[in-house]
């Protein structure tokens, strides 16, 4: 970037200026994909200039749902733990207040768990889902009269599930089953990251149930619901997404979830930034795969994963054992009309060359994602979708938004006559050049910034 000012002096050094820096500027980079962005305006750091050049993509719903085969309706279960870890917390109004991010503060298993919701409704709109979201026990409250489908465990229980629902019917609140269920799992939508606010189930009632990791408890809300099932055995499964251990109750049932009895088959995704899946949750898994409840019991697997890769899993790995789907492949990918094609699979990006400048205090970022649907290594057609988020600039915010990071680099400045750089200026000079240099990161250029 350059300014070029008119010189109203005669003869002046201007080299003690010149020994200034510009302060650091940085790059954003985001290591979820856009679309769990979409609809935001985010806070970012005063001095962001640009997204990272490489922005990585996933395989969206909308994606899954032009690529399906079909197969007979299933009934799904998910089993999502809601517990503290996983959601953050602070104390933010005291004396000293904090915030400690949860493994999925930004929600990300419910989004993406609606995401799949809608996959299937169009895969298999006769298909049954139904939800248990547990803490130390249950998380929906019977006594929630804006939550109608509610079901206890047990007669008389205050918490419980949502039953199995079939996605297309409509029940007696005039919703069809899956706007019950994707309206039940709505998280926040506006994020002030600065005072630690994140994601959490929204409730007419604020849900009151204890805090903990009662593992077991989920499970036995997959054995209640499966008992209306009207799918056969093999066409019975479970996705349980946690980051924790059991703790809860402190009692012999504690670890009653481990035997696997009587459960479908199950997909399990730990979140885990080490990648170690316990061995409490292995022991289940292979429980489970031996159980003997149907054939397809033994495909049942678990795997360690970030809240960031959730969406791979459950629309990639998971919902193709549940739905054969032909492959699609990330093709093209424009920004803000700058397009590349260059895409790395290792770690799902595209390279931009280049950063991409926020031209305003807010700048909108639009994305376009192209894939190419694949069957048999034979190409079937394209399909194409569009997401956008607002990146904000806010003075006073010194740290990056959860899901990015920052690359940040000082900006020194220089003096130009036409193209030369000076250190004084004549009598005869009247157009004088100030020029940032690119110091830090030669990828970026300054335009428009």
């Given amino acids: 970037m350059s300014l070029r000012v008119h010189i109203a002096v005669g003869i002046g050094v201007i080299a003690g200026f010149m020994s200034a820096q510009a302060a650091q500027v940085c790059e954003l980079k985001c290591s979820s994909a856009p679309q769990y962005f979409s609809g935001r305006t985010i806070n970012v750091p005063d001095n962001i200039v640009a997204l990272s050049p490489k922005i990585k993509v996933d395989i969206p719903a909308q994606v899954i749902s032009k690529i399906r085969d079909t197969t007979a309706s299933p009934s799904i279960f998910f089993v ?20 400690i991010g949860g493994t999925d503060s930004l929600g990300l298993r419910f989004t993406v768990t609606c995401e799949l919701i809608d996959s299937l409704a169009k895969l298999l709109p006769r298909a049954r889902v139904g939800v248990s979201v547990f803490v130390a026990e249950q ?30 019917s409509v029940y ?28 959490i189930v929204n409730l007419a009632i604020p849900s009151t149930a204890t805090g903990g990791t009662n593992i077991t408890t989920g499970f036995d809300a997959v054995k209640s619901a499966m008992k ?17 251990e059991a703790n809860a109750p402190v009692d012999s049932t504690e670890f009653n979830f481990v035997k696997g009895d009587s459960v479908p088959t199950t997909f399990t995704v ?8 316990p061995d409490s949750i292995k022991k289940m898994n292979s429980d489970i795969q031996t159980n003997g409840y149907s054939a397809t019991n033994p495909s049942s697997e678990c795997w360690a994963a970030t809240s960031d890769s959730l969406e791979y899993y459950l629309l990639d790995k998971i919902l193709n054992r549940i739905v054969t789907v032909k492959t699609s492949d ?25 950063m991409l400048p926020m031209t305003a205090p807010t700048t909108p970022f639009t ?17 194409s979708f569009s997401v956008q988020f607002n990146l904000s600039r806010t003075a006073g915010q010194t ?8 690359n940040c680099w000082d900006r020194d400045m220089v003096f130009r006559l036409d193209t030369n750089t000076v250190s004084a200026i004549g009598m005869g000079d009247t157009v004088l050049g100030v020029h940032f240099t690119q110091i830090g990161n030669p990828w970026y250029t300054y335009t428009q910034v």
């Avoid at 996983?86 to 207040?97: D, F, I, V």
């Avoid at 998380?139 to 008389?156: E, H, N, Q, R």
């Avoid at 994305?367 to 399909?383: L, M, P, Q």
């Fill in 139 to 168: 998380w929906f409250s019977t006594f929630d009269t804006s939550l109608k489908y509610v079901t206890p465990i047990a007669p008389g229980d205050s918490f419980g599930y949502i039953p199995l629902l079939k996605l297309d």
């Fill in 399 to 406: 740290t990056a938004p959860d899901s990015f990071t920052t």
């Fill in 80 to 99: 999502i733990d809601n517990s503290t870890s996983m959601q953050g917390y602070s104390n933010l109004g005291t004396s000293t207040p904090y915030w």
């Fill in 228 to 244: 209306n099932s009207n799918a056969v055995p093999d066409n019975r499964f479970v996705i349980f997404l946690s980051d924790g």
């Fill in 172 to 199: 007696g609140s005039g919703q069809t089953g899956q706007s019950i269920i994707e309206s039940m799992l709505t998280t926040q939508t506006t994020i002030n990251w600065d005072v630690g606010q994140h994601n």
């Fill in 367 to 383: 994305f376009g994602i192209t894939y190419t649907i694949r069957k048999d290594s034979a190409t079937v057609s394209d399909t």
């Fill in 270 to 277: 730990f979140f885990n930034d080490s990648g170690v899946v």
């Fill in 330 to 354: 990330p093709a093209q990918l424009t920004v803000n009309g700058v397009t590349s094609t260059t895409f790395s699979s290792t770690d799902s990006t595209f390279d931009f060359g280049s």
